[in-house]
Every structure is written in structure tokens, then in C-alpha cells.
């Protein structure tokens, strides 16, 4: 994965079980 500390959005977007 990339910076997922780049954006909540992005990081929300990448947790979605």
C-alpha cells in the first residue's frame, strides 16, 4: 500500500472489511 497516512479518506477506503 501507499502513505496511508496521506489522507483519512484514502486510509477509510482501505480499511472497509
Do not use: A, G, V
Request: hydrophobic letters at 10%.
Amino acid at each position: 500500500m501507499e502513505s496511508s497516512s496521506k489522507s483519512p479518506s484514502m486510509k477509510n477506503k482501505s480499511r472497509r472489511d
